[in-house]
Structure formats: structure tokens, C-alpha cells
């Protein structure tokens, strides 16, 4: 199971970290990805961790703003956003998948946590 937290109320250009911890299974063989998504838009590949070598791969629209790390000691991996704008606001999810890559379709993966909202005022 996974939990994803974290979200919340921030000021354009400001950082927020959120953070996706595992319960029941390690996370150590899995890929973690976020996701993030807006009313009556499918889901958007965001960035992820490959579990081989600590790999991240970054969309386009985050890359240089938002960094992947993995605490496997503690489960968890995170997500820093940082010069966030006001097209950040969605709904963020993390998902896992025991794959050695890290594929961008949300069909790809078998575990996801739920989302936390994330909201950039301007």
C-alpha cells in the first residue's frame, strides 16, 4: 500500500515536498513515479525513481524544478518541487511498479496511492 502526502496551499514560485511511503512491501525493487491530474484531464506523467542505480527520469514541464529521491531506509520516496507555478496545481499520485525502467503510462503500473493536492496560488 501506498501513501502519498504532502500537498497543500503555496504561493507561486514557492517549494513544496511531497512524499510517498509504502506499508506491507519494500520499495527497494520497485519504481516509483508520480502522476499528477486535473479535473477532466487524464493523468500526467510527472517524474520517477528506478530502483537500479537510482535513475530518475522528468517530464518536460518539471524538468529543473522538481526532484525524485528514494529513502529506502525509510520506505519513502520524495518528490521536491520547487519554482512551482500555477499550472503545478493537480492532484499528485505515486504509483510503484517492478520494472528496471521507469514507463510514463499510467497502465503500467500495478500500485498507487492516493493523491494529495497540491495548489500554487499566483
Known amino acids: 500500500q501506498l501513501q502519498a502526502s504532502g500537498g497543500g496551499l503555496v504561493q507561486a514560485g514557492g517549494s513544496l515536498t511531497l512524499s510517498c511511503a509504502a506499508s506491507g512491501r519494500t520499495l527497494t525493487t520497485y519504481s516509483i513515479v508520480w502522476f499528477r491530474q486535473t479535473p477532466g484531464e487524464e493523468r500526467e506523467f510527472v517524474g520517477g525513481v528506478s530502483w537500479i542505480g537510482g535513475r530518475t527520469d522528468y517530464a518536460d514541464s518539471v524538468k529543473g524544478r522538481f526532484t525524485i529521491s528514494r529513502d529506502n531506509a525509510k520506505n519513502t520516496v520524495y518528490l521536491r518541487m520547487s519554482s512551482l507555478k500555477p499550472e503545478d496545481t493537480a492532484a499528485y499520485y505515486c504509483?510503484?511498479?517492478?520494472?528496471?525502467?521507469?514507463?510514463?503510462?499510467?497502465?503500467?503500473?500495478?500500485?498507487w496511492g492516493q493523491g494529495t493536492l497540491v495548489t500554487v496560488s499566483s
Open positions: 504509483a510503484a511498479a517492478s520494472y528496471r525502467v521507469i514507463p510514463r503510462e499510467v497502465k503500467a503500473y500495478d500500485y
